[in-house]
């Protein structure tokens, strides 16, 4: 049983709860300055060397399900059918609907807003995982 488990169960010191509360508030804290950061900065990031291909791939799964799979270039784009492209198609619809605060560079900071947004969660996720009792 994990020392914040054991706490919650009352089997367990006062004091063992009272550190795993501290270390909860922590790992919020830190979770907020990365979201706010990430906020305030993601126009400013650079593109990568294979931000183009996840662009057009995203379109070409926009085109797919718009097509109700009639358009089946996307299930054979280089290798990236291999993967999985939820986050390109997500992040291309943003780029359709981003408000004009991320218009700026052809849409390169929708996506990354999308990005920033994704590993917001993905942290989120994470510390919400480890408080879970196993």
């Known amino acids: 049983m994990t020392s914040l488990?054991?706490?919650?169960?009352?089997?367990?010191?006062?004091?063992?709860?009272a550190v795993a509360r501290r270390l909860d508030a922590l790992?919020?804290?830190?979770l907020v300055v990365v979201a706010v950061i990430a906020a305030f900065t993601f126009r400013d990031y650079g593109l990568g060397w294979d931000d183009y291909t996840h662009s057009q791939y995203g379109s070409l799964l926009v085109s797919l399900y718009k097509s109700g799979f009639a358009d089946k270039r996307a299930l054979s784009f280089v290798n990236l059918y291999m993967y999985g492209g939820g986050f390109d198609l997500l992040a291309t619809l943003w780029q359709k609907f981003c408000p004009s605060a991320c218009s700026r560079r052809a849409g390169w900071?929708?996506?990354?807003?999308a990005s920033s947004a994704f590993s917001s969660l993905g942290g989120w996720g994470a510390v919400s995982a480890a408080r879970s009792p196993v």
Request: proline residues 5%; aromatic residues 4%.
């Open 5 to 17: 488990a054991a706490a919650k169960s009352g089997s367990a010191p006062a004091n063992t709860f």
């Open 27 to 30: 790992a919020i804290a830190t």
């Open 109 to 113: 900071s929708a996506r990354r807003s």
